[in-house]
């Protein structure tokens, strides 16, 4: 199986590169994100302690991020591979999705980052916030967000570079332009 992992800070482009690999390399595919929105406007028990957290800021808790994504990896039956989107967040994340896929015989075959300078991921969040009407998408929990992804998450950059399977990829410009690196890198993993 192809499996990436597409990383970023909040605001990086990675729904929207998301969209594109899973186009291109046929992938299934797992956001957090869109799995957090839909328990939350499902109005669940889960839905509504997540909402807490990510009202704040703040990240979900690690059990309840990864029994979602276990219960969505033992739905995709025949899948070519997944791309992993706002998962991991943190390495206990990272080690327990390297756990998860081990039982399936699978594993990371890439992860991608999207590197993308403070100033403009703030600049892409408040836009996004004027449209989505994203609760989280105003700037004092934009730079909280980013504050937690630097201290919590980054981390993680380190536990793939030591995997081996680590490739950074700029994320300012063309749409188009920083899907064609995502590409070669994935190429590259296959």
Not at 46 to 65: C, H, N, Q, R, Y
Not at 70 to 89: T, Y
Not at 175 to 181: K, L, R, T, Y
């Amino acid at each position: 199986m192809l499996n990436v992992v597409i990383f970023g800070p909040p605001g990086s482009g990675k729904g929207t590169q998301s969209e594109n690999i899973i186009e291109k390399f046929n992938l299934a595919h797992i956001s957090t994100g869109d799995l957090l929105r839909a328990e939350i406007s499902g109005h669940t028990q889960l839905g509504t302690i997540a909402k807490s957290f990510i009202d704040k800021g703040e990240l979900v808790p690690d059990e309840t991020i990864i029994g979602m994504i276990d219960n969505k990896i033992e739905s995709l039956v025949g899948a070519k591979g997944v791309i992993f989107d706002g998962f991991p967040r943190t390495v206990a994340q990272a080690e327990a999705l390297e756990e998860l896929l081990a039982e399936h015989n699978s594993k990371v075959s890439v992860m991608v980052n999207l590197e993308v300078p403070k100033e403009e991921l703030v600049e892409r969040l408040l836009k996004r916030g004027e449209t989505s009407g994203r609760s989280d998408d105003n700037l004092e929990t934009i730079e909280k967000r980013i504050s937690v992804y630097e201290s919590q998450t980054s981390p993680v950059i380190d536990f793939y570079k030591a995997k081996k399977v680590y490739k950074a990829i700029q994320g300012v410009g063309s749409v188009d332009g920083i899907f064609e690196s995502i590409s070669v890198a994935i190429e590259g993993a296959k």
